[in-house]
Structures are given as C-alpha cells and as structure tokens.
C-alpha cells in the first residue's frame, strides 16, 4: 500500500501565476487534509475534505485559495495570482476514518520568484 | 477552542540518557492525542496516539507517551535516546466529541541527542 503521493515535489511559480498542488491519499482514505508549514514554523491547518466534500475550510485564506477533492483522482490544492508569501510546503495527509491517525505524504515546496 | 502547546523549542539530551518532549493541550470535549516526527525536508511520520484506554501508551521506535487528564498533558519519553531520534516532534490534537476533525499541531520541538 503505497503512502500519501503529492506532487510536486518542488514548484516554483512567478508572482501572478497559478500553483496547483496535487495530493493522492492512501487507497481506502476517503478523509484529507491539507497544511502549510513555514521554515521553523509549525503545521497550520487549512482545509480538510472527505470526497467531493469540503468539511472544514477555517484555516483558508479567503481569496485565491481553493481545495477540491472529487469522486475520481486526487485532492487538489489551488492557489490563485501566488505571491511571495505563499511559499512554504504544503503538507497533505489522509485518513480512513475520523477515529484514526491522519498519515501525511512528503510535501510540496513551493517558491514565489 | 482547541490548542496545543510546546513549551521547549529545543531540548538537548546526551546519548543513553532518558528524553522526555513536554506537550498540554486544551479542548472542550475528549481529546484525541498525537505525536508525530519530522526529519529534514520530509513529511510527519505518526509515531504514536491515545484514543482511550491505559494512560501509558507505546509507539514507534521506543517512544511512549503518557496522557494526565488533570495536568492535559501529553508527554513524550523515551528510555535511552538514540543519536538518530534527533529531530523536530509534533504533538497534536484532535477534539474527539466536538465533531472537529481538524489536527492542531503544536509549534514543534527540536531534539538534539548529543553523542
């Protein structure tokens, strides 16, 4: 059983463009969640989602941001006109319930040139 | 609202000697308990959880935590350090009766073994 994919592993994006983070959950998680963490910082919540729902958004900025996790295919993590602040990793992990451990894939970086 | 707190940013242990990482949380319902590991410019590996059940509970790698409901505190142990535990840790938590599924993380702590 493979673990949580995300990819890229590394994307760097002008200011103004568009990044879109791609996460794959372990087979038979149907819970994910994304986080952004910042060099030295912590794991800040954004979103989780079960499939083709949205459950908790609390954590997401409220323009350029969007998550979407469809019946078919992987999570997906969108960021609008990127600016220099959005560079961070982004962590997705996944579950297969609400009652167990959540497991978390490697990560994507992205850098805002 | 749920919280996790960290209180040492870093912690420094000799080889062979016992660790411990301190952790309080704070929710409204019953909490759900977690730690997880961070090694250089990779994700969290789960390292271990309390749910229910005994208090004293065992992980990966040696490691145990112990969970105080009237101090909410969650502290990780391990015996004997191993110069390879050197790394950031992460205790979490989840509100298990709030319907709040979300982890919040604590800021982390390093852990440096020395050799």
């Known amino acids: 059983n493979a673990g949580v994919m995300q990819n890229p592993r590394h994307l760097v994006r002008r200011r103004g463009q568009e990044a879109r983070l791609r996460c794959s959950p372990m087979k038979g998680h149907s819970h994910v969640y994304w986080y952004r963490q910042l060099p030295e910082e912590g794991l800040k919540f954004m979103v989780y989602?079960?499939?083709?729902?949205?459950?908790?958004e609390s954590g997401m900025p409220k323009e350029r941001f969007s998550a979407e996790f469809p019946k078919e295919g992987p999570s997906i993590l969108r960021i609008q006109q990127v600016v220099r602040g959005d560079s961070a990793a982004y962590f997705c992990?996944?579950?297969?319930?609400?009652?167990?451990?959540?497991?978390f894939g490697q990560g994507t970086r992205l850098t805002v040139v | 609202a749920q919280s996790v707190a960290q209180p040492e940013d870093q912690v420094n242990v000799a080889e062979g000697n016992p660790l411990t990482v301190k952790c309080t949380y704070s929710?409204?319902?019953?909490?759900?308990l977690f730690w997880y590991v961070q090694y250089p410019n990779r994700g969290l590996q789960f390292l271990l959880k309390y749910i229910t059940g005994d208090n004293l509970v065992k992980g990966s790698y040696g490691f145990e935590a112990e969970f105080n409901k009237s101090q909410t505190s969650f502290h990780l142990k391990k015996p004997s350090a191993l110069v390879s535990d050197s790394a950031l840790y992460f205790c979490a938590v989840r509100d298990g009766a709030s319907g709040t599924y979300k982890y919040i993380f604590g800021t982390g702590t390093r852990l440096k073994v020395l050799a």
């Open positions: 989602l079960q499939k083709e729902n949205i459950i908790d």
């Open positions: 992990a996944s579950s297969p319930n609400t009652n167990t451990e959540a497991f």
């Open positions: 929710v409204s319902g019953n909490p759900y």
